[in-house]
């Protein structure tokens, strides 16, 4: 069985109860989660050998979002402890046409505050097939990105594929800081995930006009960039993107599509009513992943990707609670909307 560690920030979320906002809330739902954690979680629930690497407080926050994890069969031996806190970020569910909005109360976190030298790759990276990380943690710190360098150079030494969501957050560093860093990444990256605005935002390369309304519409701007992605980076066999038409918080259609070795594939389209919007691509990156690992047909590999984004959208809190007969139940409902 192919072995996968995914690296990045733990977090407590804190959400408003009955759809309040911040401003009017005095009780919150907890929950823990993160990028990475959430692919981790979802990737352990479909039966594959995942470990997570992040680094906790050594404190009750601490010992809760550890066991969080483990609970689903995530491998925690290579979690780090110490550091001053767990990151916090505040979520507020939107609702018709008020968009959901986050609040970060991450900074000086243990996972933000690590060094470099406190990774020994060679011991973390002994026994892996997949390394998998996201933009979000690049956009920590410097030291993480150099972390994240130095993994990524261990890999191509090894043979370890690197998986990279580009996962682009505006409120946590600019484009032209994302660039930057990507762009001493991207060579040792050999499956690229860009949604939306990831790939102007990370990539310098335009795909996407803004307009979240009509994204699927603009399939064939996805396909140029895909294909620019990969004559720039011919180490990057597969770039992949969710492509969504959002009228509304609860109102919006999902597809994928994935480019590998020149040829486009496309998924299914789901017509979704959103019962929590945040994850998605997570719960997407998770499924591609399975897909890959556990050799199946490159379409299957997209059709099972979005379908496994689309549950993850009915589903509250960060993690995709999904196994794998629940998508491949809903790959067989006829659900979609179209091919």
């Avoid at 969501?165 to 040792?188: E, F, H, I, T, V």
């Avoid at 307009?211 to 180490?235: C, L």
């Avoid at 609670?321 to 998508?327: C, G, K, M």
């Amino acid at each position: 069985m192919k072995k996968i560690l995914t690296m990045g920030e733990m977090l407590l979320r804190l959400k408003p109860t009955d759809h309040q906002r911040i401003i009017q809330a005095n009780t919150y739902d907890a929950n823990y989660g993160g990028s990475e954690a959430n692919v981790a979680v979802s990737l352990a629930l479909l039966g594959d050998d995942v470990s997570l690497l992040t680094k906790l407080p050594e404190n009750a926050l601490g010992d809760t979002a550890l066991n969080t994890v483990r609970q689903y069969g995530v491998k925690t031996s290579k979690i780090l402890r110490g550091g001053p806190r767990l990151g916090i970020y505040f979520f507020e569910k939107g609702a018709s046409i008020r968009n959901t909005n986050v609040v970060y109360d991450r900074a000086d976190s243990a996972f933000s505050t690590v060094k470099h030298d406190e990774f020994d790759w060679q011991q973390l990276l002994s026994d892996v097939d997949y390394f998998y990380f996201s933009g979000i943690t690049a956009a920590l710190s410097d030291e993480i990105r150099l972390a994240l360098l130095e993994a990524c150079k261990a890999c191509k030494e090894s043979g370890i594929t690197v998986v990279c969501d580009m996962n682009y957050r505006g409120k946590m560093w600019s484009a032209a800081a994302a660039q930057a860093c990507m762009k001493q990444l991207m060579p040792y990256i050999n499956i690229c995930i860009a949604n939306d605005e990831d790939f102007e935002a990370t990539l310098g390369i335009k795909a996407f006009d803004g307009d979240m309304t009509r994204g699927i519409e603009q399939k064939k701007q996805f396909e140029m960039a895909m294909r620019q992605v990969q004559d720039a980076y011919p180490n990057c066999h597969i770039v992949a993107s969710v492509l969504r038409d959002i009228h509304s918080v609860e109102d919006s259609r999902w597809t994928a599509m994935m480019l590998h070795d020149g040829t486009v594939y496309e998924g299914p389209t789901y017509q979704m009513h959103v019962y929590e919007g945040v994850a998605g691509g997570d719960a997407f990156g998770a499924g591609l992943v399975h897909g890959l690992v556990n050799g199946f047909s490159l379409q299957e590999v997209i059709d099972y990707a979005i379908t496994a984004s689309a549950l993850k959208l009915t589903i509250p809190g960060d993690l995709n609670l999904v196994t794998d007969q629940d998508i491949r139940s809903a790959m067989q409902s006829g659900n979609s909307v179209n091919r």
